[in-house]
């Protein structure tokens, strides 16, 4: 139990973590931007070049949070089964179907293969995009989204 409660806390510290860091990246970058708007009114300031920059050194941070969540999936108890092995160390359930009859939302083994075979398909394809290049363009197209049609240039 003490695992899973420390597991926590560290994946809590790492979302915030990452959050303060692509906030405290996009302020910069918005910042820098308005600054040289100043200076040269017409220039493209919002580059993904300039936003790759920013957002390159909190790579390592979002990997180490996704491993963890991976590894939160596969490796830290569910929480019928934490609650069984209470119960069963202290000798309250007496057989495993007033246990399931507390739980009936819970999912059978077949869903959570299928949960963890669309997950593993998804990184695959997410990794796969990555290598590429369609994550660039992506990126350079939401750069041009943000710029020209919301207005933040």
């Not at 899973?4 to 994946?11: F, N, T």
């Not at 209470?86 to 000798?91: E, H, L, V």
Request: hydrophobic share 50%; charged share 20%; net charge positive.
């Amino acid at each position: 139990m003490r695992g899973s409660k420390l597991y926590l806390i560290i994946q809590t510290a790492l979302c915030v973590l990452l959050t303060v860091q692509l906030a405290a990246g996009a302020v910069s970058l918005y910042r820098e931007g308005a600054a040289r708007r100043a200076e040269h009114p017409l220039e493209w300031i919002y580059t993904s070049e300039k936003a790759a920059e920013k957002f390159t050194p909190i790579a390592p941070i979002f990997f180490v949070f996704l491993c963890l969540t991976a590894m939160g999936m596969f490796f830290t108890p569910t929480q019928r089964g934490a609650a069984r092995d209470r119960n069963q160390s202290a000798g309250a359930v007496k057989n495993n179907r007033a246990l399931l009859a507390s739980h009936p939302l819970q999912p059978g083994k077949t869903v959570r293969r299928v949960r963890t075979a669309l997950i593993m398909a998804a990184i695959v394809l997410i990794v796969a995009g990555v290598l590429n290049g369609s994550a660039r363009d992506v990126f350079y197209k939401a750069v041009k989204i943000c710029t020209e049609c919301i207005g933040l240039g």
